[in-house]
């Protein structure tokens, strides 16, 4: 029997646009999860540049590897993670948000290591990949416990229900919000915490961002988006099959739902790009202090 949401779980995820489910992946699948991402980092020492599968730390050196992130690579490489994302025991949480037919956009593994884990500045998924309708939200798995110390995912509640802010900088798309130029009280931030296990649930719309990682314990988040199957993305579909091969549960259609929601496209096209820590490279001004400026000394 798979754990459900209760009514009030479902009525605050539509309000706030948010949710955190504690303890979802226990016993051996998280010990899998976790030996598995270490094998998979160790990996990176000798790696001299970013790849389809690590983003590396400004840092990083062969010698001493320092990994930012995993690509959504590992959702084709590893069989264990090609399952998880189709786990029924996060599906059918998934359901009452965005129905019983899912598809992956997209995943990644956000290291957020000991000490200089990279900050993410605030932004909203939805400025990324907009799609026909907003039936998109995405989850993170905690693959250690997170508190205030080490850079839990912080969101905004009831930003999801308001504009899509612009995420340009210079006339190209950075993929993060500039802090002074909206009108949100970034204090009101809310921090997902959990033991590690612990699934969050964020909207596509909710504006949400993490600070840099200070203290001396990693933060890892395997996150993973999902769309409803006729939320189509407007950027254009580039693989018929490919695109059906993401679906995770429940059957694909060519039925695509056109829902009001506030759209700017992701164009022009980020001058870095890669991931998220490569289209903020763009930014004019950041809200989170970095690794560099805090000990600009440091390796
Ligand atoms: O890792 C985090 O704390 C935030 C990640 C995020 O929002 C993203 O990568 O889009």
């Known amino acids: 029997m798979f754990r459900m949401l209760s009514k009030a779980q479902i009525e605050s995820y539509r309000r706030d646009g948010y ?9 051996d699948q998280l010990a899998e999860l976790r030996a598995l991402t270490d094998r998979i980092v ?5 790696v001299t540049a970013n790849d389809d599968l690590y983003d590396l730390e400004p840092s990083h050196s062969p010698a001493l590897p320092r990994v ?10 590893y069989a264990f993670f090609h399952a998880l994302v189709r786990d029924p025991k996060i599906t059918a949480i998934l359901a009452p948000l965005i129905g019983p037919a899912i598809r992956q956009y997209g995943g990644k593994l956000n290291m957020k290591s000991a000490g200089y884990g990279s900050p993410v500045e605030w932004h909203q998924d939805w400025a990324f990949y907009p799609h026909t309708n907003d039936d998109v939200l995405a989850t993170g798995i905690y693959l250690d416990d997170c508190d205030l110390g080490n850079g839990p995912l ?11 802010y ?22 009101k931030a809310v921090p997902l915490m959990g033991p590690a296990g612990s699934m969050t649930i964020h909207h596509a719309r909710l504006v949400h961002g993490s600070a840099l990682n200070t203290s001396n314990r990693q933060r890892r988040l395997l996150l993973h988006e999902y769309t409803a199957a006729d939320a189509w993305p407007l ?7 490919e695109f059906n091969s993401r679906m995770v549960v429940g059957e694909p259609t060519v039925e695509s739902r056109l829902g009001p929601a506030p759209v ?28 560099e400026e805090r000990s600009p000394h440091a390796p």
């Open 19 to 27: 949710l955190v489910i504690p303890r979802l992946i226990q016993g």
């Open 42 to 46: 160790a990996e990176a020492r000798g």
């Open 68 to 77: 930012r992130r995993l690509k959504p690579a590992i959702f084709k490489r």
């Open 154 to 164: 912080m969101v905004l509640p009831g930003t999801h229900l308001g504009p899509t």
């Open 166 to 187: 612009d995420h340009h900088a210079n006339g190209r798309f950075c993929g993060a919000m500039d802090p002074a130029a909206c009108d949100l009280d970034f204090s």
């Open 235 to 241: 950027m254009g579909v580039a693989d018929f099959d």
């Open 264 to 291: 700017r496209m992701p164009l022009p096209a980020a001058d870095h790009q890669g991931s998220i820590y490569e289209n903020q490279r763009g930014i004019g001004r950041r809200f989170f202090t970095t690794y």
